[in-house]
């Protein structure tokens, strides 16, 4: 007898209790307003990676939209990774995200709007990363004064300006020479410009530097491209200069679109595998249509880095055999981590390919899961591939249709699933492993936190080393006018 887990959720937030069949149950650590009050006003860089991990973790409504983002930046962000090419480092690493060239041209329309190029601290910008970037008016060749009045104390030591994107996120940027201009959806760049962190704490702009650039008269087009190489380079904190490169904006922007489909732990779990391709192809590697949907052509210059969904046999892919291993045999491949260009949204197909994916992804590593009822804490390890069964499908629908018809997380129906949620998303893959970061206390787990890979109990389901078969059902969201969106989940397994 399998035991039976479920997760309950808030909108964004974990807040949740798991039950076995043996009638005990655990609860995630819900803090009180004094407890997070007295975490709170704790310098951030002092928090453990638990004690971050718990704050994210408690309801919506705990901690403001100001506090998250600060407790996710010291995590560290889960974008994209960029490359320091060119010989000087070629190390992988976590880059900021966003595009700094939207920045620009959001400083660049503010200043416009104002007739006034000087930028002061807690002026609003509006920033769009959504492709084709520049629309809008050209805008002629302005010099953008970043300037710290009439606060120069919440500058912080870097002497930054605070400014506000979109209405809501907080950022510290300095400049001490910027000019830009806009024109026929192209942005021309020449100066300098580094972001801080801002301190959420003390209310001003921090010492920890996010990322620092340099323009030679660069210019990017409205799909990302930069027409001349050698002209936008990083700094980082030792002063080392690193020329940027066209695919690693689009590497950005395809990160963007992936973690929205299939989840942060997703992006943070293929970027890697996508940048070390983009390494080896280029920009030739990204195909960018007029509406801005980033696609990965996938060529035999990529090698193993990537493979592309569309060039493998479907059927072994629901089979569990597309790697040449088989359910029940060998341990399942990492290659099943690397599977690009995956159908995306929630028709039948789709989400028959996205479950046999991300759930043999999860399996093809060793992970950390924490004990619940008479599942033991540890690392268990990777296991053999799963392939696709319908039966466990229309078992799981049970669980899924009497969650829709009650409008509430539970197991319930003579073939109750093993994993349930209740959770909006636009994937599979979001609740099996890509939902939320990684845990960040130093247990192995690359599956985001509260996704069923990376949760307790629902961890131990996914990495079962006796099963064999899988099944996934849900029912759309409530109200159904939300296209594309799939709220009560539910997976099987044998």
């Known amino acids: 007898m399998y035991s039976r887990f479920f997760i309950l959720l808030a909108p964004v937030l974990l807040a949740a209790c798991n039950s076995s069949s043996d009638g005990t149950n655990t609860h995630t650590q819900n803090l009180t307003p004094k407890q997070i009050s007295n975490l709170m006003q704790q310098p951030v860089s002092t928090l453990t990676n638990q004690q971050i991990q718990t704050l994210l973790n408690q309801p919506k409504g705990a901690l403001t939209s100001q506090q998250i983002t600060q407790l996710k930046n010291q995590i560290g962000g889960l974008g994209p990774v960029t490359s320091k090419v060119g010989g000087i480092n070629n190390a992988v690493q976590p880059a900021p995200k966003g595009n ?54 919440k500058g912080g030591p870097a002497k930054a300006t605070i400014i506000i994107q979109n209405g809501k ?36 702009c921090g010492t920890h530097l996010v990322a620092s650039y340099e323009f030679k008269n660069a210019k990017m087009d409205a799909k990302l491209k930069l027409t001349q190489a050698g002209t ?14 066209t695919y690693e904006f689009l590497a950005k922007a395809y990160g963007d679109q992936l973690e929205d489909s299939f989840g942060p732990a997703w992006l943070s779990i293929q970027g890697p595998h996508i940048l070390a391709a983009a390494k080896n192809t280029g920009d030739a590697l990204f195909n960018v249509d007029n509406h801005g949907l980033v696609t990965l052509s996938v060529g035999s210059s990529v090698n193993t880095d990537v493979y592309d969904f569309k060039a493998l046999t479907g059927s072994q892919i629901l089979d569990g055999t597309v790697f040449g291993g088989n359910p029940g045999g060998n341990v399942a ?42 599942d033991p804490a540890g690392v268990y390890p990777a296991v053999s591939p799963v392939a696709w ?80 078969i899988v099944g996934i059902a849900s029912r759309d969201a409530k109200p159904s006018a939300k296209a594309g969106i799939q709220s009560f989940w539910a997976q099987d397994f044998k």
């Open 169 to 204: 996120d907080w950022h510290c940027y300095k400049s001490t020479q910027l000019s830009a201009q806009r024109d026929a959806n192209v942005l021309t760049v020449d100066g300098d410009i580094a972001e801080y962190a801002y301190d959420y704490i003390a209310q001003q």
């Open 389 to 468: 069964d319908d039966s466990l499908k229309t078992d799981a629908q049970i669980t899924s249709d009497e969650q829709y018809n009650r409008n509430a997380q539970g197991h319930w129906g003579y073939r109750n699933a093993q994993n349930a949620f209740v959770l909006e998303s636009k994937s599979a893959i979001i609740p099996i492993i890509g939902y939320t970061e990684p845990r960040t206390d130093g247990n192995k787990n690359n599956a985001g936190h509260s996704s069923w890979a990376g949760h307790e109990g629902h961890c131990q389901n996914v990495m079962g080393a006796g099963h064999t």
């Open 232 to 245: 936008t380079f990083s700094i980082d904190s030792s002063g080392s200069k690193n020329a940027l490169y």
């Open 100 to 153: 700094i060239f939207t920045v620009i041209n959001g400083l660049l329309e503010k200043a416009d709007v104002s007739q006034n190029s000087i930028v002061k601290h807690y002026d609003n910008i509006t920033v769009s990363n959504n492709v084709p970037l520049f629309g809008g008016a050209d805008i002629v060749n302005t010099h953008i004064q970043l300037s710290t009045s009439p606060f120069p104390a």
């Open 333 to 374: 491949s990492v290659n099943w981590c690397k599977i690009v260009n995956i159908p995306k949204g929630v028709t039948s197909s789709a989400l028959k390919y996205q479950t046999v994916i991300a759930t043999n992804c999860a399996r093809s590593t060793p992970r950390y899961c924490d004990a619940h009822g008479k």
